[in-house]
């Protein structure tokens, strides 16, 4: 899988399949991290969330960097400029010795779990190992661009066969760094509860109360108690499971899957044509970068801003910078601006790597059960036509859990005297040809047992014309589908 297949596959997850549940999983992933003194001291340290207003841009430049560099396309100009910024405001802190590797890698690690944590908790479906290679794939991709090691990783000296196996390595490694460092601290609580004011700062004081006890009831044990927070009353944690049960069943029994027009758009295609700037969709206590229009002054939802005495967009002059955002600008308004011929370098850097090109060796086999097609190798010297040919190494079956109709899973395995590439989103699954050298036909391996079990063997003819598929041996047993827990 190469990071831009792994860019669309996360791309349709964010837009169509889970927005609301990766939306919140990621600003919970960076909560989180607040839950580590070594990371919670040094933003107590910078001021910059020292009060909700300083607060409120951090989570913007946040915004603003993150949805740059995951939303655009791994190679694109915009996904580039983020990387760099990112890395721009990080490096400083690195080569002071303030930020260390491992909190480096634990924060990459939360950004990378926490939405497929999250899917797995809250939505109405589980990530098939396509998804979570996805996953894999281009955060470690990101992590690569951003110069973090792995080599706390049990096998980052040597590699990773797959995608899954770097997720199990770093979800070990990750859970590890938690058992020692996620301890209780003044820092941690202090974020934290800046935080909770800066989500909860529309409601009326009366409601506080019950909302920081349901925020309390989503926390894990750990990081609660790393927080300073007491635990909530059992009603509550009663009443957010029963919550997540009756929305997972009303998303897959009741809901249509999401039309195109309903898709949920992170950040504008193209820039102010007046200011040549971008501007944020949404904001949570405070404009920024939000144009001004009439709606946002004047709509309902301003008048009920307006209300609970909130700022709207154009409020306070330029304050909020309302002309849009640079990514080159992003960040504490003491670095805004700065930084140009660092970023310049690592622009540079990128440029010359293959961004879009591989970042882990493919997924595994598919689960024997699955309900599969499997399709002939090409001979060697044929040509590449529009029917999809693959070898006996490459497996497609339907997602039957995904509501998007032209989204199947595939799985890629490697061979190799024939490496090709499966890009799976659009209306078909499409097979491009990437190199062929072998000498003799690839290896087609041991056949899981069912396929013998129909009558078929190792020893079928594979160059003739017809496709050999299990709708005339009979279909295998269907078993370890993805289902709802």
């Known amino acids: 899988m190469t990071n831009n297949d792994a860019h669309a596959i996360l791309k349709e997850l964010a837009e169509f399949e889970f927005p609301s549940v990766i939306k919140a999983s990621l600003f919970f992933a960076l909560f989180k991290t607040y839950g580590i003194p070594s990371i919670a001291d040094l933003l107590v340290e910078t001021g910059q969330l020292a009060n909700m207003s300083t607060s409120s841009k951090r989570a913007a430049d946040t915004s603003v960097i993150l949805n740059e560099v995951s939303i655009n396309h791994p190679t694109s100009e915009r996904a580039i400029e983020g990387i760099s910024r990112m890395n721009y405001l990080h490096n400083g802190y690195r080569k002071a010795g303030k930020i260390s590797d491992a909190d480096m890698l634990y924060t990459l690690s939360l950004f990378t779990l926490e939405p497929m944590r999250w899917i797995r908790r809250f939505e109405w479906r589980l990530l098939t190992d396509l998804e979570k290679c996805a996953f894999a794939t281009f955060w470690k991709g990101l992590g690569d661009a951003m110069d973090i090691p792995y080599t706390a990783l049990k096998s980052g000296e040597t590699g990773w066969p797959d995608g899954l196996q770097w997720l ?31 989500l909860f700062w529309q409601l009326p004081h009366s409601w506080r109360g019950i909302a920081d006890k349901f925020v309390v009831a989503l926390l894990e044990p750990r990081l609660r108690i790393a927080m300073m927070f007491p635990n909530s009353p059992q009603k509550y944690h009663s009443l957010l499971a029963a919550f997540i049960h009756l929305r997972r069943l009303l998303l897959r029994y ?26 944020m969709r949404k904001y949570r206590s405070h404009p920024w970068y939000m144009k001004p229009t009439l709606w946002r002054r004047w709509g309902p939802k301003a008048w009920l801003t307006w209300g609970v005495g909130g700022v709207l967009p154009g409020d306070d002059g330029d304050k909020y910078h309302p002309e849009g955002y640079l990514v080159a600008e992003a960040g504490p308004e003491h670095k805004r601006g700065k930084g140009k011929s660092e970023m310049a370098d690592t622009q540079a850097r990128l440029h010359k790597q ?90 087609l391996g041991e056949l899981p047992s069912w396929a013998s079990d129909h009558g078929w063997d190792s020893d079928d003819d594979w160059g003739d014309d017809k496709e050999d598929s299990f709708d005339s041996l009979g279909s295998p047993p269907l078993m370890n589908q993805p289902h709802i827990s």
């Open 254 to 279: 009741l809901f249509l899957p999401r039309p195109w027009f309903m898709r949920t758009p992170y950040i504008p295609t193209h820039p102010d044509p007046i200011t040549g700037r971008f501007h």
């Open 168 to 198: 199990e390595e770093l979800e070990a490694w990750s859970l590890d760094y938690e058992d020692k460092a996620m301890v209780p601290a003044e820092s941690n609580k202090r974020l934290a509860l800046n935080t909770v004011d800066l």
């Open 354 to 443: 293959n961004r879009g090109g591989y970042a882990l060796i493919p997924c595994r086999h598919p689960p024997e059960s699955s309900n599969l097609t499997r399709i002939r190798p090409r001979p060697q010297g044929g040509s590449l036509q529009s029917d999809i040919e693959k070898i006996p190494h490459f497996w497609r079956h339907p997602n039957p859990h995904n509501r998007r109709s032209g989204y199947q899973t595939v799985t890629q395995c490697t061979d190799p005297g024939y490496a090709m590439e499966l890009t799976t989103m659009s209306a078909a699954v499409e097979l491009e040809e990437r190199e062929v050298k072998y000498d003799e036909p690839p290896d």
